[in-house]
């Protein structure tokens, strides 16, 4: 028997003994759950999923529920997950195909790949895992355990590597028990072959496994060319009105953290002066900011200094509310879907001030009239 007719037959037998069998997108694998749950999975650990997974679909129990939530609702349950135009790519495949596939995900493979946020990957995922359909899969586990037990060298990522383990996922893909198959390589990639001290002794793969015979698990499969990140560099103002409420305001719908709630930025203290002032009537001068330890955000492509700056205005009359402008107080924004920085930020401010106010002597009790 070839070696790639006994790649899958070895890996099941190691699923059935040692994979994973409890997650909560595994009963039942619908369409629905499985989608959410790749969707989800991206460039993100399954323990951190997991929670997010579980208050997703008890708020979103079905396609159609999601589809009809507002956008606002479905950004403040994925608050913190990070990597956002996931969750906006998630809605508007809902509605499409609320509106043009009754309300199901497409069963063919074409159809699939034309929604927002599925590519090849993913659409496989769905149909070999909810419907048991032989389509291969290659996510970043996949990637790793294929790149190392074929001894592929090169960036996965570049389309040369790329097609070269899309041959083999194919190759190795069966034609039953796909679902499980499919998540036991995931699982192999995720629990014994990790990107760092991969578990090789305990592999079913150890002894004809190029990277592990050449000495190559360390350096296949082969890392992004590195590139310095630029840094950019935002003030960020919490103004905090006489009733404890912060302005938040929508971010716009394309760009870092689009339609998420924010908090307002300037490139600069001078600048967030201007505005304070022709929002509020102060003159600049008399404008004192309490500074917040300043820290760094890394995004993908880039580095954000933030400078996190505390003002408290005494009205705001001035800046009203509006549909992508609002004053809240602490615990109505956490309902908000916020950017993970900035959830944190509110937090630490509320819980400073709450214990500044704990420690304030207590008024004197005032006598009988």
Same mark, same amino acid.
């Given at each position: 028997?070839?070696?790639?007719?006994?790649?899958?037959?070895?890996?099941?037998?190691?699923?059935?003994?040692?994979?994973?069998?409890?997650?909560?997108?595994?009963?039942?694998?619908?369409?629905?759950?499985?989608?959410?749950?790749?969707?989800?999975?991206?460039?993100?650990?399954?323990?951190? !999923?997991?929670?997010?997974?579980?208050?997703?679909?008890?708020?979103?129990?079905?396609?159609?529920?999601?589809?009809?939530?507002?956008?606002?609702?479905?950004?403040?349950?994925?608050?913190?997950?990070?990597?956002?135009?996931?969750?906006?790519?998630?809605?508007?495949?809902?509605?499409?195909?609320?509106?043009?596939?009754?309300?199901?995900?497409?069963?063919?493979?074409?159809?699939?790949?034309?929604?927002?946020?599925?590519?090849?990957?993913?659409?496989?995922?769905?149909?070999?895992?909810?419907?048991? +359909?032989?389509?291969?899969?290659?996510?970043?586990?996949?990637?790793?355990?294929?790149?190392?037990?074929?001894?592929?060298?090169?960036?996965?990522?570049?389309? !040369?590597?790329?097609?070269?383990?899309?041959?083999?996922?194919?190759?190795?893909?069966?034609?039953?028990?796909?679902?499980?198959?499919?998540?036991?390589?995931?699982?192999?990639?995720?629990?014994?072959?990790?990107?760092?001290?991969?578990?090789?002794?305990?592999?079913?793969?150890?002894?004809?496994? !190029?990277?592990?015979?050449?000495?190559?698990? =360390?350096? +296949?499969?082969?890392?992004?060319?590195?590139?310095?990140?630029?840094?950019?560099?935002?003030?960020?103002?919490?103004?905090?009105?006489?009733?404890?409420?912060?302005?938040?305001?929508?971010?716009?719908?394309?760009?870092?953290?689009?339609?998420?709630?924010?908090?307002?930025?300037?490139?600069?203290?001078?600048? =967030?002066?201007?505005?304070?002032?022709?929002?509020?009537?102060?003159?600049?001068?008399?404008?004192?900011?309490?500074?917040?330890?300043?820290?760094?955000?890394?995004?993908?492509?880039?580095?954000?200094?933030?400078?996190?700056?505390?003002?408290?205005?005494? =009205?705001?009359?001035?800046?009203?509310?509006?549909?992508?402008?609002?004053?809240?107080?602490? =615990?109505?924004?956490?309902?908000?879907?916020?950017?993970?920085?900035?959830?944190?930020?509110?937090?630490?401010?509320?819980?400073?001030?709450?214990?500044?106010?704990?420690?304030?002597?207590?008024?004197?009790?005032?006598?009988?009239?």
């Amino acid at each position: 028997m070839p070696r790639a007719d006994r790649f899958a037959p070895s890996l099941l037998r190691w699923f059935d003994q040692h994979g994973r069998h409890d997650l909560p997108w595994q009963y039942t694998r619908t369409p629905y759950r499985v989608w959410l749950a790749e969707i989800m999975l991206q460039q993100t650990q399954v323990a951190t !999923v997991i929670p997010y997974f579980l208050r997703f679909v008890d708020q979103f129990a079905s396609l159609r529920e999601l589809a009809a939530a507002s956008l606002d609702d479905v950004l403040a349950l994925w608050s913190g997950l990070g990597y956002y135009t996931r969750a906006r790519n998630l809605h508007r495949a809902a509605q499409i195909c609320v509106d043009c596939h009754a309300g199901d995900l497409p069963r063919d493979c074409d159809q699939l790949r034309k929604l927002p946020g599925i590519g090849r990957s993913t659409a496989a995922a769905i149909l070999a895992q909810a419907h048991g +359909l032989p389509f291969a899969i290659l996510d970043g586990n996949v990637k790793r355990v294929l790149a190392r037990f074929h001894g592929v060298r090169g960036w996965p990522g570049s389309s !040369v590597t790329q097609k070269q383990l899309w041959r083999f996922a194919d190759v190795h893909t069966p034609q039953v028990r796909v679902a499980d198959y499919t998540q036991a390589i995931m699982d192999l990639g995720a629990t014994v072959c990790t990107r760092a001290n991969p578990r090789c002794t305990q592999c079913p793969f150890a002894s004809q496994c !190029v990277a592990h015979a050449n000495d190559l698990t =360390a350096l +296949l499969p082969q890392r992004k060319p590195s590139r310095t990140l630029p840094t950019h560099s935002t003030v960020m103002l919490l103004l905090r009105d006489g009733s404890g409420r912060f302005l938040l305001q929508r971010r716009p719908p394309t760009g870092v953290w689009a339609q998420l709630w924010s908090l307002p930025e300037a490139a600069d203290i001078d600048q =967030a002066k201007r505005s304070i002032a022709h929002d509020h009537a102060v003159e600049p001068a008399k404008i004192r900011f309490r500074h917040l330890p300043s820290f760094v955000h890394t995004f993908s492509h880039y580095r954000l200094d933030v400078t996190p700056v505390v003002l408290e205005i005494a =009205a705001s009359s001035r800046i009203g509310d509006s549909p992508d402008r609002r004053w809240l107080l602490p =615990a109505e924004a956490s309902q908000l879907g916020l950017p993970a920085p900035v959830r944190k930020l509110l937090e630490n401010v509320q819980t400073k001030s709450e214990s500044a106010t704990s420690k304030a002597p207590l008024p004197a009790a005032e006598g009988p009239g």
